[in-house]
């Protein structure tokens, strides 16, 4: 028996639950209608970090997160993301290989080290040391390797080269072993 | 039409919610590293205040005061998510620079304290007024802080891919601490206490 | 647990929420005047962000994630900390009714507090952290809260005396005061 009362105890319960379901499926709608947007934004991103790396890449694979890069069906490097323990955080490098020992370059996809000092890590002048090197000379030139530091930022230059050369060794190791 | 002009103009000063109510102060500090981050957060706010104040005044009779608040939260957690969405497919870098301060307009005190202040007693037009002038105190706010801190932090001034100038001697060194965190404490800081000195603003 | 001690000096003092995260800054600047309340707001504060980071990281693991519903993550937070918070004070008000007087009465405002959204949002989506290091994460970015909180009030509390100029007194002088914290822990930079 429903009296009136009962009623308006439940109507905001009701209520919310009416808002709610409008909400979710007006969202879902939205999801649906973004949803392949947005992953084409990610491929694009990275499709446009990897040719800037590779101007020749006609087309990429992407395998235990190792992307293998091919100029008309040749194989001419690979790619993987090394990530570096900087002054601020995170930092997620992008590394190119031309093959097992030599880096294609490097650039620096995101980090949160300080502006001006630390930050400088995504300059030029930092990232274009390492086209060319060999994977062991990827170490600060007080160490022994062929790499300059940012002047007043050694942690996070130092975060950079470590993450490079381990990771590309690291990689290396995995590559020779699925071959 | 009067009274329309009357709760947009309340926004830009009387009631500027960044200077004046010391609202939303999080989303200020956090993206006025640059221009670009403060437009695109004032676009973020902008479309969720004003669907969020059109939405509460619309309903404004219909809802019992018990769930009230609820209510709001989910209209307003609803928009920021469309929000989200529309950032992400769209401005993807704007979306990366912004973080998880996108997601965090949910709780931004503006919104939910002008769907409660003011759309949950006002008819529609007015809320629609009151959301426009809010956003843009808001925007002169963020743009004023952001201008300072992106020219003198990096030494040169650019908004979407166009560059305007680069500083004499700020270009090679610029003030680096005005785009860190504690830079942005100052900035406010001192412009609060600007205002106060030239009147603008009163005293405590 | 060298990782876990990481990330928890990491979210305290490295990454601090008030000084370099920008979040919880309301109650920073409106609560902070006497350090009683403020210790009170801040043991609040983490409490709430502990257990909310527990059960969103379970809802979004073992929910959204596998019904394909991540697009719902902001709606889902925020209604887990409402209700979460509403809970509480239930609980603390029938229980304990001088531990309600104590923090009970911040309570309400902690639901639109963005360091509790602020928290749930990186652990779960910006550093994708286990189930541990998410409660740890809450817990050490809780005490380095409550630690700015106290430190600013303390600093407040003297700071009423002062002969700050006219135009600088009260939220100015705050803000400044912020800018110095801030300059301090950036000093926590390169810890870890």
Same mark, same amino acid.
């Given at each position: 028996?429903?009296?009136?009362?009962?009623?308006?105890?439940?109507?905001?319960?009701?209520?919310?639950?009416?808002?709610?379901?409008?909400?979710? *499926?007006?969202?879902?709608?939205? =999801?649906?209608?973004?949803?392949?947007?947005?992953?084409?934004?990610?491929?694009?991103?990275?499709? *446009?970090?990897?040719?800037?790396?590779?101007?020749?890449?006609?087309? #990429?694979?992407?395998? *235990? =997160?190792?992307?293998?890069? #091919?100029?008309?069906?040749?194989?001419?490097?690979?790619?993987?993301?090394?990530?570096?323990?900087?002054?601020?955080?995170?930092?997620?490098?992008?590394?190119?290989?031309?093959? =097992?020992?030599?880096?294609?370059?490097? &650039?620096?996809?995101?980090?949160?080290?300080?502006?001006?000092?630390?930050?400088?890590?995504?300059?030029?002048?930092?990232? *274009?040391?390492?086209?060319?090197?060999?994977?062991?000379?990827?170490?600060?030139?007080?160490?022994?390797?062929?790499?300059?530091?940012? %002047?007043?930022? %050694?942690? &996070?230059?130092?975060?950079?080269?470590?993450?490079?050369?381990?990771?590309?060794?690291?990689?290396?190791?995995?590559?020779?072993?699925?071959? | 039409?009067?009274?329309?002009?009357?709760?947009?103009?309340?926004?830009?000063? @009387?009631?500027?919610?960044?200077?004046?109510?010391?609202?939303?102060?999080?989303?200020?500090?956090?993206?006025?590293?640059?221009?670009?981050?403060?437009?695109?957060?004032?676009?973020?706010? /902008?479309?969720?205040?004003?669907?969020?104040?059109?939405?509460?005044?619309?309903?404004?009779?219909?809802?019992?005061?018990?769930?009230?608040?609820?209510?709001?939260?989910?209209?307003?957690?609803?928009?920021?998510?469309?929000?989200?969405? /529309?950032?992400?497919?769209?401005?993807?870098?704007?979306?990366?620079?912004?973080?998880?301060?996108?997601?965090?307009?949910?709780?931004?005190?503006?919104?939910?304290?002008?769907?409660?202040?003011?759309?949950?007693?006002?008819?529609?037009?007015?809320?629609?007024?009151?959301?426009?002038?809010?956003?843009?105190?808001?925007?002169?706010?963020?743009?004023?802080?952001?201008? @300072?801190?992106?020219?003198?932090?990096?030494?040169?001034?650019?908004?979407?891919?166009?560059?305007?100038?680069?500083?004499?001697?700020?270009?090679?060194?610029?003030?680096?601490?005005?785009?860190?965190?504690?830079?942005?404490?100052?900035?406010?800081?001192?412009?609060?206490?600007?205002?106060?000195?030239?009147?603008?603003?009163?005293?405590? | 647990?060298?990782?876990?001690?990481?990330?928890?000096?990491?979210?305290?003092?490295?990454? $601090?929420?008030?000084?370099?995260?920008?979040?919880?800054?309301?109650?920073?600047?409106?609560?902070?005047?006497?350090?009683?309340?403020?210790?009170?707001? !801040?043991?609040?504060?983490?409490?709430?962000?502990?257990?909310?980071?527990? +059960?969103?990281?379970?809802?979004? $693991?073992?929910?959204?994630?596998?019904?394909?519903?991540?697009?719902?993550?902001?709606?889902?937070?925020?209604?887990?900390?409402?209700?979460?918070?509403?809970?509480?004070?239930?609980?603390?008000?029938?229980? $304990?009714?001088?531990?309600?007087?104590?923090?009970?009465?911040?309570?309400?405002?902690?639901?639109? $507090?963005?360091?509790?959204?602020?928290?749930?949002?990186?652990?779960?989506?910006?550093?994708?952290?286990?189930?541990?290091?998410?409660?740890?994460?809450?817990?050490?970015?809780?005490?380095?809260?409550?630690?700015?909180?106290?430190?600013?009030?303390?600093?407040?509390?003297?700071?009423?005396?002062?002969?700050?100029?006219? +135009?600088?007194?009260?939220?100015?002088?705050?803000?400044?005061?912020?800018?110095?914290?801030?300059?301090?822990?950036?000093?926590?930079? !390169?810890?870890?």
């Amino acid at each position: 028996m429903l009296d009136k009362n009962a009623l308006k105890k439940a109507f905001p319960v009701i209520l919310l639950t009416i808002v709610v379901a409008i909400s979710v *499926n007006l969202l879902s709608f939205a =999801d649906r209608l973004t949803r392949p947007q947005i992953e084409a934004q990610q491929q694009l991103k990275i499709q *446009n970090l990897l040719t800037g790396m590779f101007p020749d890449m006609s087309r #990429y694979d992407f395998k *235990n =997160d190792i992307y293998t890069i #091919y100029s008309d069906g040749a194989k001419i490097g690979y790619a993987f993301i090394a990530v570096g323990k900087g002054y601020g955080g995170d930092i997620d490098i992008l590394v190119g290989l031309e093959d =097992d020992t030599t880096i294609k370059g490097i &650039s620096i996809v995101s980090h949160s080290e300080t502006p001006g000092l630390g930050s400088r890590i995504t300059e030029s002048f930092f990232t *274009n040391q390492f086209a060319g090197l060999s994977i062991d000379e990827v170490a600060l030139k007080r160490d022994g390797g062929e790499v300059d530091a940012i %002047t007043g930022s %050694t942690i &996070s230059s130092r975060a950079v080269i470590n993450a490079v050369r381990e990771t590309a060794m690291e990689k290396v190791k995995q590559l020779d072993g699925s071959e | 039409m009067g009274n329309f002009m009357k709760e947009f103009a309340k926004g830009l000063i @009387i009631t500027n919610p960044v200077f004046v109510l010391a609202l939303g102060l999080c989303p200020t500090l956090a993206v006025t590293t640059s221009i670009n981050n403060a437009l695109g957060m004032t676009l973020a706010v /902008l479309i969720v205040l004003l669907g969020a104040n059109t939405i509460v005044a619309a309903i404004r009779n219909f809802v019992p005061s018990i769930t009230r608040i609820p209510i709001f939260i989910v209209v307003i957690a609803s928009l920021v998510t469309m929000v989200d969405l /529309l950032f992400a497919a769209n401005f993807p870098d704007l979306h990366e620079a912004l973080g998880i301060f996108l997601p965090l307009v949910v709780v931004n005190c503006i919104i939910l304290g002008r769907a409660e202040a003011f759309a949950s007693k006002n008819p529609i037009l007015h809320s629609v007024a009151d959301a426009l002038g809010i956003t843009v105190g808001f925007m002169l706010a963020l743009l004023m802080i952001s201008s @300072i801190r992106q020219t003198l932090g990096t030494g040169s001034l650019s908004v979407f891919g166009f560059h305007f100038f680069t500083l004499p001697i700020l270009g090679k060194q610029p003030i680096a601490i005005l785009v860190l965190p504690a830079g942005a404490f100052l900035v406010i800081g001192l412009l609060l206490a600007l205002f106060r000195r030239t009147g603008v603003m009163k005293s405590d | 647990m060298t990782e876990l001690i990481a990330i928890f000096i990491s979210m305290a003092l490295i990454n $601090n929420f008030i000084l370099v995260r920008f979040l919880g800054l309301c109650p920073f600047f409106g609560v902070s005047k006497q350090l009683g309340s403020a210790v009170s707001m !801040g043991v609040a504060v983490t409490f709430v962000m502990s257990i909310a980071s527990l +059960a969103t990281w379970l809802i979004y $693991n073992y929910i959204l994630i596998p019904f394909d519903l991540k697009y719902m993550y902001i709606v889902i937070f925020i209604l887990v900390i409402a209700t979460l918070v509403q809970i509480i004070e239930l609980f603390i008000k029938k229980t $304990n009714a001088a531990l309600y007087f104590a923090f009970g009465i911040y309570l309400p405002l902690i639901t639109t $507090n963005c360091a509790v959204l602020g928290i749930t949002l990186i652990v779960n989506t910006v550093e994708v952290y286990s189930l541990w290091q998410s409660v740890v994460a809450a817990l050490g970015a809780g005490l380095g809260f409550t630690l700015v909180l106290a430190m600013m009030s303390g600093i407040r509390e003297k700071l009423e005396l002062a002969n700050a100029p006219k +135009a600088m007194k009260g939220l100015p002088i705050a803000f400044i005061i912020a800018t110095l914290l801030g300059l301090a822990f950036s000093g926590f930079g !390169g810890m870890i």
